[in-house]
Every structure is written in C-alpha cells, then in structure tokens.
C-alpha cells in the first residue's frame, strides 16, 4: 500500500498509541476531581500542555487543548467576533480557507457581521497589499491559512504580521493546521494572536488539537458548562489525547530535519514525473509552497475515477480537501484560482508525511501513467 492522503489524516505513530492506551488505563482520572487520581491527571495535562508550547515556542498559559481543527477555527473567529462585536463587525479572511473558516464566515454573516473575502492570484496567494485596503476602522479580525490543504500554497504570515503592527486593535489569527512541522511559524515575531492546530495532522489522534491564544488576547467561549480549560473550553479534558498529541508533536520535530529534506526530493520527483505524463497540468506553485502537497489535473479524465483506479492499485490520494470531497463539485481553490471547472473536475492532491519513500514516489509514477493511458482507451 501506498498512501499519498497525509493531508487528509496522518498514520499515528506507534508510540502516541501507545501514550494513549496508558494514560486512558492507567491515569483514568478526572483532572478537575480533588482526589489523588485527578491530581495525577491534572499533572499529565500540565505537562503536555507545557510540551506543545515548547514546540511552537509560547507560553504553556496560552496553549488552550480543543477537539482538533474545526473547533480551534471556529473558537477563535467566532469568538472573538462575539467578544468584539461592540468594536466593530467586519472581519477579513481569503476566498480559499479551509470549510470551518468559511462556514464561521458565513454563519457570522447571518447574525449582521460583514466579510471580506480577498482574492488570490494563479498560484492561489493573497496580496498583503489588497489586504491593506481593505482594512476598515471597524475590522476587528483577520483570518489566512499558513499554507493552503489543497495545493499547498503558503501565505505571506510574516509580511501581514508586520502590517499589522500599525493596527494593533485588529486581531490576527492563523489556521497551521497543515504547516505545522513542515514549515517554520514564530507566532510572536508574526504578531499572531490566535493559531490552530490539529494533532491527527501530524500522526496523533483524530479528535484532539489545541489552539494558541496569544497573552492578553481575548475570546468568548463557544461551549458552556464546567469551566475547563481556563473558562475558554467547557468539557472534562481528553488527558490520554492531549498527552498522545503532545508525543506527535515532539516526534514531529524531532524528525522534521531529516524528514523534510526526504519529502522535498520525494516531492520533486513527482513533480518532474508529473509533467512527463501527456495531459497532467500542476496547480501547485514551484514557489512559496509547502513540500508535502502536490496538486494536478488530468484532462479529460473525472478525479474520482482516477483515484478508484489508483486504489485498486493500492495508491491512495485525494481530490479536494477531505471535508469536501464526497459533494463531488470542482475545487473551489482552483476555481478561485482562474483553473476552468473542467480542470478543477480533474484534480488530484498528492499529500505526503516523513514516513513515504523514494520508492513509493517512483512506483506512484508508474500506475499514475498507466492509469491515465488505461482510463483515456476506454473513454475514446
């Protein structure tokens, strides 16, 4: 098997799974409860809490655990939007984020707040210039993804942080869900104020992740109910899953020297293949992209049914972001891109972790153009 979907979810290392199993077995406690079982759960809790803020070099009081992505997102944007309403009611993300930026937007829309979604050019980039204007007296919020799930795309973080120094009521956030120990994020140095990550991103475990919410910075909690998480996250915490993830993260980083400098040759391999293949167009840029995310077109040939004819091959990768791909429509990235819907009916996304090998790149190459040519004589 070859699976080429790591952006969609990762394979958990063997050791978080293990993290896992021990602490919800042996460490069963409730952190919030006064006997000696609680203490040592609090105490694991600390620790893992004090581990992810080592890593993305903060202070362990501004690492808030959450359920992963989705929720990291729409704690920050709808919270801070419900704190800040008074202040103003215009926030500013891209017209390529993740759904659960999106969605926020929208459902933010509909209780009166006004959204600005700036454009993107053909490699799928913002213009911090375009950004500037339009910036309003009452903007009270910017959202940007750091590197896009679909093609890759990583966005100007350090030119907007150092734009918003001279706007120091508007807060920032940024979604790292797919950067994070891939490409380096100085939360500080960017003036980030709120940051989400995701744990089963980088081989933890579905359903834990945890958001960064910068000193000072404030959000109104979304869940009501038994205070946890400093008042911000009601909800007896996941103690096994915040340990597990803490495991992934520091795994992670300690992999990532060697790791990246593999997935970017891997990486480029299957870029150079790629263009040897008759009819494959690349939507992800040769610059400013992350080394694990590879998006093409085949044309004339439906992404689905390329993608079955990998997997009976035993190839797995995807089409558009996995929150999407069963609505079976184009991308709407490249279609904010300026690629035709046809095109965008065509991709595949290639996504890669530190555990792919050279040889699955070359052996991908292979059943990639034999099921382009097999697929292309029947449909003639």
Known sequence: MIYFDNSATTKPFKEVLDSFVTVSSEYYGNPSSLHSMGA??????????????????????????????????????????????????????????????????????????????????????????????????????????????????????????????????????????????????????????????????FHGLKGTGALFIREGARLAPLFSGGNQERKLRSGTENVAGAVAMAKALRMTFTKAEAGLEGMQKIQSVLRKGLTEIDGVQLHTPNEKAAPHILNFSLTGIKSEVFIHSLEQKGIFVSTTSACSSKKKSPSKTLLEMGVPETLAESAIRISLSFENRMEEAITALEAFKESAKQLRKVMK
């Open 40 to 201: 040592q759960a609090e105490k694991l809790l600390s620790q893992a809490r004090e581990q992810v803020s080592t890593f993305l070099k903060v202070k362990p009081a501004e690492i808030y655990f959450t359920s992963g992505g989705t929720e990291g997102n729409n704690l920050a944007i709808k919270g801070s939007a419900l704190l800040h309403k008074n202040k103003g009611r215009h926030l500013i993300t891209t017209s390529v984020e993740h759904p659960s930026v999106r969605t926020a937007m929208e459902q933010l829309e509909q209780e009166g707040f006004e959204i600005t979604y700036l454009p993107v050019d053909e490699f799928g980039r913002i213009s911090v210039a375009n950004l500037e204007k339009e910036i309003r007296k009452d903007t009270i919020l910017i959202s940007i993804m750091h590197v896009n799930n679909e093609v890759g795309t990583v966005q100007p973080i350090t030119e907007i942080g150092a734009l918003l120094k001279k706007y120091p009521t508007i807060l920032f956030h940024v979604d790292a869900i797919q950067s994070v120990g891939k490409i380096p994020l100085s939360l500080y140095e960017n003036r980030v104020d709120f940051c989400s990550i995701s744990a089963h991103k």
